[in-house]
């Protein structure tokens, strides 16, 4: 039987953002949605390409058919033109002093888990690197002509977590983190994620990812604490997690998993990412972790962050304020000017239809609109 999400109208429907929320859940329910409507759905969950795979053998409406093909072709595309710039950037890491990466999200789960890297569509290329050679790294890529998106000048700005740059030769954009969001404070944290990968070759070049039991922690964070579980995660994420689990979820050290989210105050959020995932893909539980899945979400460890995070209230503002507080007062004050003052070239990239000056406090204004709703929220 196929999946919630790729089932086509006339045999049941894909679940959308439309929520009912209690204190304690919240819960999707499927719309009622013509063939277009579902197609939209499809493209806007980035899981058109994956649906035209999947439905492939299934019975089709002309227009539905040549519309999945049609977003197949283009995920195909785009895939070898970020595959090539992955190479060129593999390597320039690679060279003498070799300099280790981790792939992750997209780049990662399309070389190493999905059958057809095409059909796991991606914005950019997110990569971490580890505190010791993220210098170097940028310097590299600062002599090879990757143009920086940066707030200001300077070795240690970034943004937050990362820094941004894109490939000259293909415009495909980069981006360096030098930790994962929200992350407890501290440094153990970093280092365990830092030692839980696994080494890769493509096309001669080596690089890394993160195991199975880092992979959907990492995952988990970043679809339900980052970017707001059902509300604003596309549903591509949440395949991801689908795949990872069909295929390494037999054999994933499920205790050590949990016991490592309960340390990170993950554990409610990798519980409501596993929960959309089965909504979405009906993916199988595996038996090891079918009793913690009927646990009440309410009392597992990060619960209260969580449910903020998922809110109608969450916002990027938000999620800076949560990354900082998890710096040092030093890292903090450095971070919030940069934030606060960037540099004019980057206001004017930003805010392109305002002059300059008034960009400002545009940009401080519109921060404390949307954290303002998050922080009163009960």
């Known amino acids: 039987m196929l999946p919630p999400a790729f089932r086509p109208p006339q045999t049941a429907r894909p679940y959308d953002r439309t929520t009912t929320r209690s ?14 409507a579902w197609l939209a759905w499809l493209d806007a969950h980035r899981l058109a390409p994956a649906a035209a795979r999947v439905l492939a053998d ?7 058919r040549a519309h999945l093909d049609a977003a197949y072709a283009q995920a195909r595309a785009q895939w070898l033109l970020r595959k090539t710039a992955l190479q060129r950037f593999l390597a320039l890491v690679n060279q003498e002093p070799r300099l280790p990466v981790i792939l ?3 780049a990662a789960l399309a070389l190493t888990l999905y059958d057809d890297p095409a059909t796991r569509p991606m914005n950019d290329i997110d990569l971490l690197v580890s505190p010791e050679h993220l210098a170097q790294v940028i310097a590299r890529m600062r002599g090879a002509g990757y143009e920086e998106r940066s707030l200001g000048a300077g070795d240690d700005v970034g943004y937050l977590h990362h820094f941004i740059f894109s490939d000259p030769a293909t415009g495909v954009r980069f981006e360096l983190h030098r930790t994962l969001p929200l992350l407890p404070a501290g440094d153990d944290a970093l280092a365990w994620f830092l030692t839980q990968t696994t080494p890769h070759v493509l096309a001669g070049q080596s690089f890394l990812t ?3 039991e880092a992979q959907i922690l990492h995952l988990a964070a970043h679809g339900v604490l980052e ?3 059902a509300l604003g995660a596309p ?9 990872l689990i069909r295929r390494w979820g037999k054999t994933m050290a499920w205790e050590q998993t949990i016991a490592r989210a309960q340390a990170l105050t993950w554990e409610a959020a990798l519980h409501e990412a596993i929960r959309l995932t089965k909504t979405y893909f009906a993916t199988p539980a595996p038996a090891a972790i079918r009793d913690w899945l009927q646990l009440p979400v309410n009392q597992l460890s990060g ?37 606060l003052f960037p540099s004019r070239a980057y206001m004017r990239g930003r805010y ?8 400002y406090p545009y940009r401080w204004f519109d921060a404390i609109r949307k954290l303002l709703p998050a922080l009163l929220w009960k």
């Open 227 to 229: 970017h707001g579980g």
């Open 23 to 36: 204190d304690d859940q919240t819960t999707e329910r499927p719309p009622d949605h013509p063939t277009a």
């Open 235 to 243: 549903g591509i994420w949440f395949y991801d997690i689908d795949q």
């Open 58 to 64: 299934s019975p089709l409406p002309d227009h539905a």
């Open 303 to 339: 619960y209260n962050t969580m449910r903020q995070m998922t809110s109608a209230a969450h916002s990027t503002s938000l999620i800076a304020l949560h990354i900082l507080r998890r710096l040092t007062w030093r890292e903090r004050i450095r971070q919030g000017m940069h934030m």
């Open 104 to 106: 992750l999200k997209g």
């Open 210 to 212: 993160f195991t199975p």
């Open 352 to 359: 392109p239809s305002l002059p300059w000056p008034a960009a």
